[in-house]
Nanobody, 127 residues
Framework: QVQLVESGGGLVQAGGSLRLSCIAS????????MGWFRQALGQEREFLAS????????YYANSGKGRFTISRNNAKNTLYPQMNALNPDDTAVYYC????????????????????WGQGTQVTVSS
């Protein structure tokens, strides 16, 4: 079983940046694709980005292109979502997820592909 724990959220002013972390425990996720999502109050969970097991391939939703990046350190079993140029519309709970299916692809743009989820970390962007 895999446990995922996000951290690094908080309150940030518009235009600022945040680097989140998602640490996996229980077993290694070095051979899993990882994903990054958010859910604003009253809205559905939204895909932001995904990365394949090696970190070589990434895929981004249009909402994050140019502002968000995703990377990983398999030696540390950790995913690093980086967010720049934040605005109040980015206020949400941010989640990481792991996809245990055997694939080299980073194209996992939906929650239905993922098997493990973190509890989320709140990001609030003030204007």
């Amino acid at each position: 079983q895999v446990q995922l724990v996000e951290s690094g959220g908080g309150l940030v002013q518009a235009g600022g940046s945040l680097r989140l972390s998602c640490i996996a425990s229980g077993r290694t996720v070095s051979n899993y694709a990882m994903g990054w999502f958010r859910q604003a109050l009253g809205q559905e969970r939204e895909f932001l980005a995904s990365i394949n097991w090696s970190g070589v391939s990434t895929y981004y939703a249009n909402s994050g292109k140019g502002r968000f990046t995703i990377s990983r350190n398999n030696a540390k079993n950790t995913l690093y979502p980086q967010m720049n140029a934040l605005n109040p519309d980015d206020t949400a709970v941010y989640y990481c997820a792991a996809d245990k299916s055997p694939s080299d692809s980073a194209y996992v743009p939906s929650p239905i592909f993922f098997d493990y989820w973190g509890q989320g970390t709140q990001v609030t962007v003030s204007s």
